[in-house]
């Protein structure tokens, strides 16, 4: 079946026309919207992760990106047990992926979890990441 019906346009009181979105047809939004949301982009947690994982021979990749210039990054790498096994600062430039190797060869095997702390000059972030080492 197929219907059709002729509906008159009144451009002055409709609320949403098809042609502009106001009564004026200026595609203009009318009402009161919330502000728009700003996310940091100066470091994106899904582009902080390491390969080989799991770490099967010696080292492993630790990699990151900084959308913008940090003051300082620090990579500490802890086990299980909340001891702290390796330390790194990473380099502080924006805009590229870094990446750190840490030789794992004489760590036990296990799941180590790395934890990123990044200041950007008062703004400080904070992300881990778990190691699974096995041999």
């Not at 219907?3 to 203009?28: I, K, Q």
């Not at 939004?29 to 080989?52: D, H, R, V, W």
Request: some cysteine.
């Amino acid at each position: 079946w197929f219907y059709a019906w002729e509906v008159d346009l009144d451009t002055t009181s409709m609320f949403w026309p098809m042609g502009g979105s106001d009564p004026h047809g200026s595609f203009a939004m009318q009402g009161n919207l919330p502000p728009i949301k700003t996310y940091a982009t100066s470091f994106p947690e899904e582009k902080f992760y390491n390969y080989p994982n799991p770490v099967t021979e010696g080292s492993t990749r630790i990699r990151y990106f900084l959308g913008q210039d940090a003051n300082s990054v620090s990579l500490n790498l802890y086990d299980l047990s909340g001891v702290r096994v390796a330390v790194f600062d990473g380099a502080t430039g924006g805009g590229t992926d870094h990446e750190i190797t840490w030789n794992c060869g004489s760590v036990t095997p296990g799941v180590y979890r790395c934890v990123i702390e990044v200041d950007f000059g008062g703004e400080s972030t904070t992300a881990f990441t778990d190691i699974a080492v096995i041999r």
